[in-house]
């Protein structure tokens, strides 16, 4: 199960990178997906941009960098949930996501219709 699980989180994190290359440009430094229970978590680190880190220095712009991958996000939802659902075999019930302009890290949550963590225990 371990190995199958981990391979799996693997898996989502590089398509999940490989998909903000292609859209933005470029992609976290790293990535790192969570199976527990009914929910994918996924931890970006390395997301701003220069121009972003130079933002972030005042609260204008942290409410800027903010509400720019806030829309862009929503832009993209459907590729990130079909990246999931791809994966997973499992139908993605929800998303959502936040930025930290303070640390450079964005967290993204899928909540999938059923408990994909249990599934992955009975395949040895």
């Known amino acids: 199960m371990l190995n199958s699980k981990k391979k799996l989180e693997a898996e989502i994190s590089a398509?999940?990178?490989?998909l903000q290359r292609e859209l933005?440009?470029?992609?976290?430094q790293e990535a790192k997906t969570y199976i527990i229970?009914?929910?994918?978590?996924?931890?970006?680190?390395?997301?701003l941009t220069v121009e972003e880190k130079h933002l972030a220095n005042c609260e204008t712009g942290r409410q800027l960098v903010k509400q720019?991958?806030?829309?862009?996000?929503?832009?993209?939802?459907?590729?990130?949930?079909?990246?999931v659902e791809q994966y997973t075999g499992c139908k993605v019930l929800?998303?959502?996501?936040?930025?930290?302009?303070?640390?450079?890290?964005?967290?993204?949550?899928?909540?999938?219709?059923?408990?994909l963590e249990k599934?992955?225990?009975?395949?040895k």
Not at 39 to 47: Q, S
Not at 70 to 83: A, F, G, N
Not at 119 to 123: A, D, F, G, K, R
């Open 94 to 115: 929800s998303s959502h996501s936040d930025i930290s302009t303070k640390t450079g890290e964005r967290i993204e949550v899928f909540i999938v219709d059923k408990d």
């Open 15 to 18: 398509a999940f990178i490989k």
């Open 24 to 28: 933005i440009g470029r992609g976290p």
């Open 68 to 83: 720019m991958r806030e829309v862009l996000r929503e832009m993209y939802s459907k590729q990130y949930e079909d990246i």
């Open 37 to 47: 229970s009914d929910m994918l978590i996924t931890r970006f680190k390395g997301v």
């Open 119 to 123: 599934s992955l225990e009975t395949i």
